[in-house]
Every structure is written in structure tokens, then in C-alpha cells.
């Protein structure tokens, strides 16, 4: 079952620009949501969080929107830099803290 | 070293064969976590433990899985009778308290079934 579903499996920006990644999800328990970052050969690693009770978090160039009443988040990258070049992965866990993830998008940054 | 530390990195074994894979985790986390991801998909939640009690088994993990967390501390992930369908990157990941705060992931063991 898709509870998290990003529908992008790739994007591509040129160095510089605004890098956008976004994420449904169908599961109305979800409270919290996380962006991971994975490069070829390694496991994800945490890049920023979001609870339901925010609608934005912003970390240095990362900021994650959460829209709840459309069940979306999307994570923006500015200014992008070739280094960003990775796959993310947007999750989301209940008060159980079973996390799912979705499919994951490739982004490319161009320099 | 402090991050989560996977073995073997890489495992080739014959269908049919029996597998073990293990993970140590963050050593003040008393979370863990398995995680399955095959070729174009995200991390599928296999299961997790709270220090030793294994609180959720996904309905991925089928009878051939099992995985165990004596003491509390590294953890094992066995397969029985692999099929070439258990190909896949086993990820392991630990976490403090509740783990809201994002799970710390190994670099995961490279399963292919030949």
C-alpha cells in the first residue's frame, strides 16, 4: 500500500536555481514528516523534519512546506548546488513511529 | 565510530541457501529498525525492536525472516531458503526514544540471489 507516494522519480535543475521535490501521502495519522537524502552506496541520511503541527520548517538552503488539508509536502532546495545531486526520499510517521517512505526522486543539479 | 554499522556489505548466495545479516546500532539508541529497498523503490518498514522486544513484524516479513536483538544491542536479520524475490539492500537503522527526530541508517547489506 502507497501511503506515500512521490510521483517524480527525477528532476533535474541547473546549479543556482530552486530545486523542488514533492510528496503526497494518503494516511491522515501521519503527524510527522522527514526528507532523507541517499547517495549511491550509502544508507539515507535525515535531512529535515516537519510535525503536523507546523506548516514550514526551514534549515539553511532546505525548507519543507506541509500542506495537510491536501495531504502534500515538498521540500525546496535554494540556491541548488551540484553536491545536492542525490536521491530523497520523503517519509511519514504516525504516533506509533512507523515510518513509510516513498518511492524516492533522483535530482540532478547541472552545473 | 559512531553511526550504524551493517555486515556484510555485499552477500552473494545461491537459492536456497540460509543468510544472516548484522547490524549495530548507535550504541545509546535503544531503537531499531530493518528496512527492505529493491531497485526503484523507497525503504519497506520490515520491522523494529525496542531494546530486545520486537514490537511490529511488517506482513513482508513472511515465515523465511526472522530477525532477533539479544541484550538489547546489535541485531540479526536471518533469511531461510532464499529466492532470487529476497534480492534487495537490507537497511538497518537505529533510533533514540520515540525516533521522531529521523532514524540513523547503516549503509545497508547488498543481498542478490542467484
Known amino acids: 500500500d502507497q501511503q506515500v507516494k512521490q510521483n517524480s522519480p527525477s528532476l533535474s535543475v541547473q546549479e543556482g536555481r530552486i530545486s523542488i521535490l514533492n510528496c503526497d501521502y494518503t494516511?491522515?495519522?501521519?503527524?510527522?514528516f522527514l526528507w532523507y537524502k541517499k547517495y549511491p552506496a550509502e544508507g539515507p541520511t535525515f535531512l529535515i523534519s516537519?510535525?503536523?503541527?507546523?506548516d514550514k520548517n526551514e534549515d539553511g538552503r532546505f525548507t519543507v512546506f506541509l500542506n495537510k488539508s491536501a495531504k502534500h509536502l515538498s521540500l525546496h532546495i535554494v540556491p541548488s548546488q551540484p553536491g545536492d545531486s542525490a536521491v530523497y526520499f520523503c517519509?511519514?510517521?504516525?504516533?506509533?513511529?512507523?515510518?513509510?517512505f516513498g518511492a524516492g526522486t533522483r535530482l540532478t543539479v547541472k552545473p | 565510530d559512531t553511526g550504524v554499522s551493517q555486515d556484510p556489505r555485499h552477500k552473494i548466495t545461491k537459492r536456497g541457501q540460509n543468510v544472516t545479516f548484522r547490524c549495530d546500532p548507535i550504541s545509546e539508541h535503544n531503537r531499531l529498525y530493518w528496512y527492505r529497498q529493491t531497485l526503484g523503490q523507497g525503504p519497506e518498514f520490515l520491522t523494529y525492536?525496542?531494546?530486545?522486544?520486537?514490537?511490529?513484524k511488517s506482513r513482508l516479513l513472511s515465515d523465511r525472516f526472522s530477525a532477533e536483538r539479544p541484550k538489547g544491542s546489535f541485531s540479526t536479520l536471518e533469511i531461510q531458503r532464499t529466492e532470487q524475490g529476497d534480492s534487495a539492500m537490507y537497511l538497518c537503522?537505529?533510533?533514540?526514544?520515540?525516533?521522531?527526530?529521523?532514524?540513523?541508517f547503516g549503509s545497508g547489506t547488498r543481498l542478490t540471489v542467484v
Open positions: 517519509a511519514a510517521s504516525d504516533d506509533n513511529n512507523d515510518m513509510r
Open positions: 537503522a537505529s533510533s533514540p526514544r520515540q525516533g521522531r527526530y529521523g532514524y540513523t
Open positions: 525492536f525496542q531494546n530486545e522486544a520486537q514490537l511490529e
Open positions: 516537519i510535525s503536523s503541527i507546523k
Open positions: 494516511n491522515s495519522m501521519f503527524d510527522y
